[in-house]
């Protein structure tokens, strides 16, 4: 089945960055990859959801809440006992009226969430202690219809400007992972290495 058009547009302009942070997040066999993972997906997360939240949405995207997962990610962090880097530079925006482009990323992970939820589950994680923020994410399913129906219907939607948001949000997930990868602290607090 095709999927609608500027889904289609931000999913061939994003693929390639999506493959890179794929690569990098690899599959967490262990524990500690998971919690590396985990910080990464926070320095990520957080920073975004704390601009989202001040930002007013397109009218037309009125009927869809961002699914945010903040709570989860800081009660996963403190299950294992992981902190997020903090060397993470504050989310900025690129130029142009894109915020379609950032929901878009946001919200599509939740697709892979549910992958990453069942590896986690492995690892003997779940919903309740470790991976909250991925049940929620893949357990939440009408956050991202309700999204991208409405998405394609935005007016006055500038899918050059989307595109440009969406590799932002990509980047700046790149970052996040590079700096939670490097960062020794992101496994246990120094006080207890
Ligand atoms: C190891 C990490 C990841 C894996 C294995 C993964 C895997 C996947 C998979 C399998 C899908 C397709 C699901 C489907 O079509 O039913 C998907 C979709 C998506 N993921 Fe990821 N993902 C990962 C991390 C991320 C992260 C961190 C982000 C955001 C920064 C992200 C953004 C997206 C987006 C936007 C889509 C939707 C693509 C579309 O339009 O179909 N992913 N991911």
Redesign the pocket.
């Known amino acids: 089945m095709d ?1 609608p058009p500027r ?1 289609t547009a ?2 061939l302009e ?1 693929a390639d960055a ?1 493959a890179a ?2 690569a990098m ?2 599959s967490f066999q262990t524990l500690d990859d998971y919690k590396r993972y985990l910080a990464g ?1 926070a320095a ?1 997360r957080l920073p975004v959801e704390a601009w989202l939240s001040q930002t007013s949405l397109p009218a037309d995207l009125d009927g869809y809440q961002p699914h945010m997962v903040q709570s989860e990610l800081e009660a996963d962090l403190a299950d294992l006992n992981a902190v997020e880097p903090k060397d993470q530079p504050a989310f900025q925006p690129p130029e142009g009226d894109g915020v379609v482009g950032l929901l ?2 946001l919200e ?2 939740s ?2 969430a549910r ?2 939820a069942k590896r986690a589950e492995a690892l003997g994680l779940s919903a309740e202690y470790g991976a909250r923020h991925l049940f929620s994410q893949a357990r939440n399913f009408s956050s991202w219809r309700a999204f991208s129906e409405r998405m394609e219907n935005v007016r006055g939607y500038d899918d050059r400007a989307a595109a440009r948001w969406a590799n932002t ?2 980047d700046y ?1 790149r970052s996040a992972f590079e700096s939670a990868l490097n960062a020794k602290y992101t496994i246990g607090r120094p006080d207890q290495l």
């Open positions: 999927l889904r931000l999913k994003t999506h942070l794929d997040v690899g997906i990520f878009y990323v599509g992970s697709l892979g992958l990453l949000a990509f997930a």
